[in-house]
């Protein structure tokens, strides 16, 4: 990820909050950080699928390649959801948040992507003999419907 994750570092640590070391909203603007310095975040606030492609293609270890369609599609299907969820709400783009310059927007699609990757992981990665892995597996495709992140009320 190159810079990425050193320019995401220190831009996180200079928020002001009553605890150094977890500064507050750190969660919601670290993704957008990270896909801002990947090239995957558009002027307008929205993911560059093909850039996040272009970038895990590239940057995954060839032993885990094979978990990178299942990423993208997971990008494209929390996307969809979301800007669906948005829509109906009638919300076009999140306003990024006072005194931070972020968005949660790119974190929510980041919290999306993780889940629905572990609901559709590869089965070449998943260790089918690891009963917690499939308990939270089998929890997750139970309690936590897509977009798999809480949505704004209006």
């Known amino acids: 990820m190159g810079d990425a994750i050193e320019k995401c570092h220190k831009q996180i640590v200079s928020f002001k909050s009553h605890n150094d070391k977890y500064p ?12 801002r310095e990947t090239n995957s975040l ?3 606030g929205d993911i560059h699928i093909e850039n996040v492609q272009k970038f895990l293609t590239t940057n995954i270890e060839q032993r885990d390649r094979v978990i ?8 494209r299907t929390c996307l969809t959801n979301i800007k669906q969820n948005m829509q109906a709400k009638g919300i076009k783009m999140f306003s990024k948040l006072t005194d931070l310059g972020c968005s ?5 699609v980041y919290g999306c992507v993780n889940a629905e990757t572990f609901l559709h992981c590869p089965p070449e990665m998943w260790q089918q003999n690891e009963n917690s892995c499939n308990l939270a597996k089998s929890f997750a ?6 977009p798999h992140v809480p949505m704004p009320m209006a």
């Not at 507050?24 to 896909?35: D, G, K, L, S």
């Open 141 to 146: 495709q139970q309690c936590n419907p897509l």
């Open 42 to 44: 558009q002027p307008d």
């Open 104 to 108: 949660p927007y790119a974190s929510m």
């Open 68 to 75: 990178v369609p299942t990423i993208v599609q997971s990008f």
């Open 24 to 35: 507050t909203y750190a969660h919601v603007c670290y993704p957008e950080c990270i896909y």
